[in-house]
């Protein structure tokens, strides 16, 4: 085969990776999303109460970038979380311009009950591939993240 064909092959395998991946995506966080919303919070509430969960006390400027929303809207989710009574704002004793989110024993009693239900349903939405299968395309995945980001393995 010629190096243009290649060339050509590449460049539409590449795209149509692009459009497969994306629809992918969009159908698994639709699922996901009407998982956490049976729940009775919002993506955005539960990955804030989800990080709290799993990893404990955060500083609130600092949450923005563990999940992934905008610093301009981490306020506004901490406000209505402390309204829900699933977290509180604690004040840093070593650092009083610093303020920690933490989950109330609420929020903790609400993610007990969820969360297990929550990874059930991601492993059933997942079910389609087996254990090599997800091993494989996490590893693949990665690659192409790293990559797409500037930086090779």
Do not use: W
């Given at each position: 085969?010629?190096?243009?064909?290649?060339?050509?092959?590449?460049?539409?395998?590449s795209?149509?990776?692009?459009?497969?991946?994306?629809?992918?995506?969009?159908?698994?966080?639709?699922?996901?999303?009407?998982?956490?919303?049976?729940?009775?919070?919002?993506p955005?509430?539960?990955?804030?109460?989800?990080?709290?969960?799993?990893?404990?006390?955060?500083?609130?400027?600092?949450?923005?970038?563990?999940?992934?929303?905008?610093?301009?809207?981490?306020?506004?989710?901490?406000?209505?979380?402390?309204?829900?009574?699933?977290?509180?704002?604690k004040?840093?004793?070593?650092?009083?311009?610093?303020?920690?989110?933490?989950?109330?024993?609420?929020?903790?009693?609400?993610?007990?009950?969820?969360?297990?239900?929550?990874?059930?349903?991601?492993?059933?939405?997942c079910?389609?591939?087996?254990?090599?299968?997800?091993?494989?395309?996490?590893?693949?995945?990665?690659?192409?993240?790293?990559?797409?980001?500037?930086?090779?393995?």
């Open positions: 085969m010629d190096t243009q064909h290649n060339k050509h092959l590449d460049e539409d395998l795209l149509k990776l692009f459009v497969v991946l994306s629809r992918s995506l969009q159908s698994i966080k639709k699922r996901v999303e009407d998982d956490i919303k049976s729940f009775g919070l919002n955005t509430e539960f990955a804030v109460l989800e990080l709290l969960y799993n990893k404990g006390d955060q500083p609130i400027q600092k949450i923005g970038e563990k999940v992934l929303i905008a610093s301009s809207s981490i306020t506004y989710v901490v406000d209505k979380l402390e309204n829900k009574k699933l977290l509180e704002r004040p840093c004793p070593k650092d009083r311009r610093i303020t920690y989110a933490a989950i109330t024993k609420e929020g903790t009693e609400l993610m007990n009950g969820i969360f297990p239900k929550h990874k059930d349903a991601i492993n059933q939405i079910s389609g591939l087996d254990l090599n299968e997800k091993k494989h395309m996490i590893e693949q995945l990665k690659k192409l993240g790293y990559y797409a980001k500037g930086v090779e393995d």
